[in-house]
């Protein structure tokens, strides 16, 4: 199992950016597609994008698609989210997860297929 860590929540003002950081507990996470998944008060859990084991895909739900993108340090064990033109309706708990996977394929952005876990990092948009 990989321990996740995220970083980077804040509070922002529309239009403004934020990045996020998740910190993989493992030796390498080249074995691993990431995914991003978020979570408003009071609604269900949503994805945000993910990004294959070697970093060369990615996808992105149809809300954050040219403005949020998804990279990858496998040297270093980190994933990040950078988002831009953040809107108010971007305000969520961010969480990041991850998915073994044997081979380089295009992840899922389906949140049963990620497995484990980190514990989120708030983001608030303000008007």
């Known amino acids: 199992q990989v321990q996740l860590t995220e970083s980077g929540g804040g509070l922002v003002q529309a239009g403004g950016s934020l990045r996020l950081s998740c910190a993989a507990s493992?030796?390498?996470?080249?074995?691993?597609?990431m995914g991003w998944f978020r979570q408003a008060p009071g609604k269900e859990r949503e994805s945000v994008g993910a990004?294959?084991?070697?970093?060369?895909?990615?996808v992105y739900a149809d809300s954050v698609k040219g403005r949020f993108t998804i990279s990858k340090d496998n040297a270093n064990n980190l994933v990040y989210l950078q988002m831009n033109s953040l809107k108010p309706e971007d305000t969520a708990v961010y969480y990041c997860?991850?998915?073994?996977?044997?081979?380089?394929?295009?992840?899922?952005?389906?949140?049963?297929?990620?497995?484990?876990w980190g514990r989120g990092t708030q983001v608030t948009v303000s008007s």
């Open positions: 493992v030796h390498t996470i080249s074995s691993y597609a």
């Open positions: 997860a991850a998915r073994r996977v044997l081979v380089n394929s295009v992840p899922p952005l389906v949140a049963s297929a990620y497995d484990p």
């Open positions: 990004i294959s084991r070697s970093g060369d895909r990615t």
